[in-house]
C-alpha cells in the first residue's frame, strides 16, 4: 500500500505565503508524475502544478510565477511555495502521485487526504 501525507495550509491573508508538502510512503518501485490539485466549493478539481518524470514542470496559468513546485527524490516528496496568495486560491488541496509499485504491476494514482487553504481579503 502506499499512502501520501501531507502536511502544510491552513488561513493566510491575501499576500501572504505558505508552504506545502507531501510525501509518499510505502512498497514504492518509482514515482512518476507527482504534483498537486485543487477544488473549490462549486468547482470542478484542477491541475495546479506537476512534476513529469521527464524534469519538465506544469503549471497552471493562473498560478505561474506566484507557485514553484519542487521535489526531493530521495524522501519520494513533493513541495509546492505558494506565495502572492489571493482570494481566487482558496480551495482544498490535494497532493496526486503516480507510483509503479513493482516492475511487474502497472502505475496507479495515489492522492494525499487534501488540506484546505483559506485566503482572506
Known amino acids: 500500500q502506499v499512502q501520501l501525507v501531507e502536511s502544510g495550509g491552513g488561513l493566510v491573508q491575501a499576500g501572504g505565503s505558505l508552504r506545502r508538502s507531501c510525501a509518499a510512503s510505502g512498497r514504492i518501485l518509482k514515482v512518476n508524475r507527482m504534483g498537486w490539485y485543487r477544488q473549490a466549493p462549486g468547482k470542478q478539481r484542477e491541475l495546479v502544478a506537476a512534476l513529469p518524470s521527464d524534469g519538465t514542470t506544469d503549471y497552471a496559468d493562473s498560478v505561474k510565477g506566484r507557485f514553484t513546485i519542487s521535489k526531493d527524490n530521495a524522501k519520494n516528496t513533493v513541495y509546492l511555495q505558494m506565495s502572492s496568495l489571493k482570494a481566487e486560491d482558496t480551495a482544498v488541496y490535494y497532493c496526486?502521485?503516480?507510483?509503479?509499485?513493482?516492475?511487474?504491476?502497472?502505475?496507479?494514482?495515489?492522492w494525499g487526504q487534501g488540506t484546505q487553504v483559506t485566503v482572506s481579503s
Open positions: 496526486n502521485a503516480n507510483v509503479l509499485r513493482s516492475a511487474w504491476s502497472v502505475p496507479v494514482d495515489y
